[in-house]
């Protein structure tokens, strides 16, 4: 147990902090297993909840695969990937548009206010929110943005709630809805938004020198050093789009973009409001 000093220092070292992102805002990209352990989940959502009553803007982008994926074994259909990328055919596009609008994020909502903040629920389709064209055959389904109208997240931050956003979005080039990367729709609505930061809850500890080995973990990476990374194997696998979603979200304007194990808990205030820093940030070289 912390004594009363360590408590009043750590708190003392949060207020430079605070008082830095305080009308700021901080898009959250909430996924992995921070979303399916109830524990982590409360943490999580604590988190963001004490951003939000300290005057930091808050929004949460969220997915929900595991819950899809289960939904879909109770339907007796298969889950099938392309390039790490959920197909999504028209009987698996009803079910993500249910459990991501519907049960998702609803459940979030309702844990957020629980815990005592203001949420409120929208997705892709609230507003114009997010409007796509299919991204690629080979996927079915699966949309790439074309067009963020933040003023529904903008609406919503201004009257006081915390937005939670699921990433489904209006189909502009046929009658359907398109499903949206969670690590995508993150970083665009970061843009949009004009964002401090962009944090993405993942289940690794950030980026690895040496994946098998949490020591070597790399604490700032310059975007400029991006490619070089790929090109050595240091960025791999479903490293290599969340890095992308990274460097476009910067070059778009949002100044630093955090990697964050979300197994730990309270990750996002030990990044925030300390001096520690536990995940990888992204940045312009200075």
């Known amino acids: 147990m912390a004594s009363h000093e360590q408590q009043a220092r750590t708190l ?6 605070i008082q830095k992102f305080t009308s700021k805002t901080i898009v959250v990209k909430y996924g992995g297993n921070a979303m399916i352990s109830q524990e982590l989940r409360r943490a999580v959502m604590s988190d963001i909840i004490l951003l939000s009553l300290v005057g930091i803007r ?6 929900g695969g595991p819950e899809i994926g289960a939904m879909l074994k109770k339907l007796g259909k298969a889950s099938k990937f392309v390039d790490g990328l959920r197909y999504t055919d028209e009987e698996t596009m009803d079910v993500v548009q249910q459990i991501l609008c519907g049960k998702v994020n609803k459940d979030l909502v309702s844990l957020a ?4 903040g203001h949420a409120i629920g929208l997705c892709g389709l609230d507003g114009g929110l997010f409007q796509a064209k299919l991204l690629d055959e080979k996927y079915g389904l699966v949309g790439e943005i074309t067009t963020v109208n933040p003023k529904p997240v ?3 931050l201004a009257a006081g709630y915390i937005p939670i956003v699921s990433t489904v979005a209006q189909g502009t080039d046929a009658d359907t809805a398109y499903n949206i990367n969670a690590d995508t729709a993150a970083a665009k609505l970061a843009q949009a938004l004009k964002a401090e930061k962009l944090i993405l809850l993942t289940d690794v500890r950030g980026l690895l020198q040496d994946p098998h080995d949490d020591e070597t973990l790399i604490r700032v990476v ?8 790929v090109a050595d194997g240091v960025i791999s696998g479903g490293m290599i789009p969340k890095m992308e979603c990274c460097v476009s979200a910067i070059s778009g304007g949002v100044e630093r973009v955090h990697i964050l194990d979300g197994r730990i808990p309270h990750s996002i205030l030990i990044e925030l409001l300390s001096d520690a820093g536990i995940g990888t940030m992204l940045k312009k070289e200075d």
């Open 12 to 17: 003392v070292e949060a207020l430079p902090y």
């Open 58 to 63: 808050v929004v949460v982008v969220h997915g």
């Open 113 to 116: 206010e629980r815990l005592g």
């Open 154 to 156: 903008e609406d919503a």
């Open 222 to 229: 310059h975007t400029q050093e991006v490619a070089a990374l």
